[in-house]
Nanobody, 128 residues
Framework: QLVESGGGLVQPGGSLRLSCAAS????????VGWFRQVPGKEREGISC????????NYADSMKGRITISVDTAKNTMYLQIDNLKPDDSAVYHC???????????????????????WGQGTQVTVSS
């Protein structure tokens, strides 16, 4: 099970750190990632990472403003988002897949692809 937290209302230019706590699986044994979804738009892969080899993927649309990390002791993954923009408003989900999938493939999968583990999401709203 994956449970996200850390979303909320933030002003443009602000920062957030989203958390994804895992139970029943060990995150550093999987390829894991963050995705966001806006009603009427396709799901977007934000960032994915495979801890076993450090392979990391970032979406071009957010590169330079986001950092993904995994705390193995807490079995929790994080997404740091800086310089938030109104277009970043979305529901952010975390996901996990067996490590055969590369981070690039995981983040770039079709929006209809169903990941083995998928969190319920946390809402991020960027507005003044």
């Amino acid at each position: 099970q994956l449970v996200e937290s850390g979303g909320g209302l933030v002003q443009p230019g602000g920062s957030l750190r989203l958390s994804c706590a895992a139970s029943g699986l060990t995150l550093d044994e999987y390829t894991v990632g963050w995705f966001r979804q806006v009603p009427g738009k396709e799901r977007e892969g934000i960032s994915c990472i495979r801890s076993s080899d450090g392979d990391t993927n970032y979406a071009d649309s957010m590169k330079g403003r986001i950092t993904i990390s995994v705390d193995t002791a807490k079995n929790t993954m994080y997404l740091q988002i800086d310089n938030l923009k109104p277009d970043d408003s979305a529901v952010y989900h975390c996901a996990a897949e067996p490590p055969l999938i590369t981070p690039k493939a995981m983040c770039g999968a079709r929006s209809t692809y169903e990941y083995d583990y998928w969190g319920q999401g946390t809402q991020v709203t960027v507005s003044s």
